[in-house]
């Protein structure tokens, strides 16, 4: 990923925003894809562009695309991705823990979060406050994988996905998901 980023820097790699909604329009309809592996939703800091993620939206109209942000949910950004999700394109809320996706929910947005990662072996478990939360299907499964799943873009859903820690950064999200570290950047509005 790090080599991928610093060509982007470099500018010897990657297309202009508006090129990629472009691309978008172009996928089948019905098509299920994610925006973004890596980085959150176009805009400067912490605020989203109504612009932009406009554009973005329009380009996935009859697609299902999806992504997740950190952003504060500010008044403003907490409109950007209500209508996001209204019309098709679904952002789901990031949390770091499962106390921090009992604060994201009250947005009543689609929500994730990081779990420690001895609940990989689980189907579900609940937040402090009891609200459900589905083990990520694909994090449990060789048979399942995000185009058989696609959980992440049922904006309407009636719980919090959860995904265990892993990887080669899975001791930091492990600790960030226990609350043991703060992870920046930290949505708490």
Same mark, same amino acid.
């Given at each position: $990923?790090?080599?991928?980023? &610093?060509? +982007?820097?470099?500018?010897?790699?990657? @297309?202009?925003?508006?090129?990629?909604?472009?691309? @978008?329009?172009?996928?089948?309809?019905?098509?299920?894809w994610?925006? *973004? %592996?890596?980085? &959150?939703?176009?805009?400067k800091?912490?605020?989203?562009?109504?612009?932009? $993620?406009?554009?973005?939206?329009?380009?996935?109209?009859?697609?299902?695309?999806?992504?997740?942000?950190?952003?504060? $949910?500010?008044?403003d *950004?907490?409109?950007?991705?209500?209508?996001?999700?209204?019309?098709?394109? #679904?952002?789901?809320?990031? =949390?770091?823990?499962? %106390?921090? =996706? &009992?604060?994201?929910?009250?947005y009543?947005?689609? !929500?994730?979060?990081?779990?420690?990662?001895?609940?990989?072996?689980?189907?579900?478990? #609940?937040?402090?406050?009891?609200?459900?939360?589905? !083990?990520?299907?694909? #994090?449990?499964?060789? !048979?399942i994988?995000?185009?058989?799943?696609?959980?992440? %873009?049922? =904006?309407?859903?009636k719980?919090?996905?959860?995904?265990?820690?892993?990887?080669?950064?899975?001791?930091?999200?492990? =600790?960030?998901?226990?609350? +043991?570290? *703060?992870?920046?950047?930290?949505?708490?509005?």
């Amino acid at each position: $990923m790090r080599l991928h980023w &610093d060509k +982007i820097t470099n500018g010897l790699r990657g @297309i202009s925003f508006k090129e990629l909604c472009k691309q @978008i329009s172009k996928l089948p309809q019905g098509q299920l894809w994610r925006h *973004n %592996q890596a980085g &959150d939703l176009p805009g400067k800091g912490e605020s989203i562009s109504l612009a932009d $993620m406009a554009d973005l939206v329009q380009a996935n109209t009859g697609k299902r695309g999806f992504t997740y942000t950190h952003k504060r $949910m500010t008044p403003d *950004n907490l409109l950007v991705v209500n209508a996001a999700n209204k019309s098709g394109f #679904t952002i789901n809320l990031s =949390a770091n823990s499962l %106390q921090h =996706a &009992d604060k994201l929910s009250k947005y009543k947005q689609p !929500v994730v979060c990081v779990l420690p990662s001895d609940h990989a072996t689980l189907r579900s478990c #609940t937040t402090p406050q009891g609200r459900k939360v589905v !083990v990520c299907p694909a #994090t449990r499964s060789s !048979v399942i994988t995000c185009k058989t799943c696609a959980l992440c %873009q049922k =904006a309407d859903r009636k719980f919090i996905i959860g995904f265990p820690a892993h990887g080669s950064s899975k001791k930091k999200a492990d =600790a960030v998901a226990r609350g +043991i570290i *703060n992870h920046k950047p930290l949505v708490t509005t």
